[in-house]
């Protein structure tokens, strides 16, 4: 029996009265020849598909009504990512099952066999190879995004369309999607775009659902800020007061499993924001403070960014790099990307004094990375020295 969801409303870039028409034709169409939404010249107006997955294809494995499926399997993907490795270990140490759909690399991912995980190999850019990863699953953690090198659409749109609809298929019990923060107000950036429709695409699914927006990791400013001071090289920013409540992902990972255990959670949408927002000169200042030294500031005026955004758009090869641009356009806007938490922690039942700091975290880091270096120092002179 096929199962069908519809998409009330889809970005404008990525559908067209042809494509519709295409659609229509092809809805009992097997998934591995089925073409998601997809266009190259954006219409203006939206529209509403029916998108459709035939379940008897799908499984690979016949499930009867009926057979017990432990609430305690979950199927992590993008578990090799900065979220998705931490989502994992929280898991494994909360004790799920949990099963890691990776995508066949030539460095295979040991370190989740290690913690204890179970990997499978399969990509969302090929929908023949996600069934058999579903089979026993109770519920699906999508942590995935498309890598910097690939096209937005191909994993964040098509492969998420092919993951939901066998996750609808299959009989997955809940489905939970981590977003961004205010993508619903952003339809010119086409990642926001994307992950706003898919939002309305799994609401509309009849899946048990829970979608996460974030604002930002702070794992992302130790390469970003914390690395390039410490070895004296630029640090990139922009002249825009965006202030991003930064989080841990350790943390994002604990309050995703208090809500997916909490019943007043399910078919919410829900947003993770840390205890402050910080614009990036803040953030600039304080890692100067913990490392002891100045940073080498370049600044990016944001009209640079529109201007360059405009500029890739007259080349077809560079499309990917403006949208991409479109999206730092709007982290460097007079945005905050922040909301308040305490509805959130009421929710949940959790304190937000058991929420890390940007301080705390920034901290820590310092005082490690500082006694490493003292360390081998140290020992940079001993065998000096000793020769």
Not at 56 to 70: F, K
Not at 202 to 231: H, K, N, S, T, W
Not at 329 to 339: A, N
Not at 346 to 354: A, E, I, R
Request: include cysteine.
């Amino acid at each position: 029996m096929a199962s069908s969801t519809s998409l009330a409303t889809l970005p404008s870039q990525l559908a067209s009265p042809a494509r519709r028409a295409a659609l229509s034709r092809s809805a009992t169409a097997r998934p591995r020849h089925h073409h998601h939404p997809l266009l190259r010249a954006p219409p203006k107006a939206g529209c509403r598909l029916v998108v459709t997955c035939n379940a008897q294809t799908a499984v690979p494995t016949s499930i009867a009504q009926g057979t017990p499926v432990r609430p305690t399997s979950i199927l992590v993907v993008g578990a090799t990512g900065t979220l998705g490795r931490q989502v994992v270990r929280r898991a494994l140490d909360e004790g799920y099952d949990v099963r890691c759909l990776v995508r066949p690399r030539p460095a295979p991912a040991d370190f989740l066999r290690d913690w204890g995980a179970t990997v499978v190999n399969a990509d969302l850019s090929k929908p023949e190879t996600i069934p058999a990863t579903l089979v026993g699953i109770h519920t699906v953690i999508d942590c995935a995004t498309g890598r910097p090198e690939e096209p937005i659409r191909t994993v964040d749109w098509e492969g998420k369309v092919a993951l939901i609809q066998c996750a609808k298929a299959m009989g997955i019990q809940k489905y939970v999607f981590y977003s961004i923060h205010n993508c619903d107000k952003h339809p010119e950036v086409p990642l926001m775009e994307i992950k706003h429709c898919t939002e309305k695409f799994i609401q509309d699914a009849g899946l048990d659902y829970l979608i996460i927006r974030l604002c930002g990791f702070m794992q992302g400013l130790i390469g970003q800020y914390a690395v390039p001071i410490l070895e004296e090289k630029s640090v990139w920013g922009t002249d825009a007061p965006t202030r991003i409540a930064y989080m841990d992902t350790q943390d994002v990972a604990r309050l995703t499993f208090i809500a997916m255990r909490n019943e007043k959670a399910s078919k919410k949408l829900l947003t993770f924001a840390g205890p402050r927002a910080w614009t990036t000169q803040e953030v600039i200042t304080l890692c100067e403070r913990l490392a002891g030294q100045d940073a080498n500031v370049t600044t990016v005026p944001v009209a640079v960014l529109r201007f360059t955004r405009q500029l890739t758009r007259f080349f077809q090869w560079t499309n990917d790099v403006a949208d991409r641009l479109a999206f730092s356009e709007v982290l460097s806007s007079d945005t905050i990307f922040s909301v308040p938490m305490n509805d959130t922690y009421q929710l949940l039942g959790v304190d937000s004094k058991d929420i890390l700091t940007l301080e705390k975290y920034l901290q820590d880091y310092f005082t490690n990375i500082l006694k490493k270096l003292k360390d081998l120092k140290a020992q940079s002179k001993q065998t000096d020295i000793f020769f």
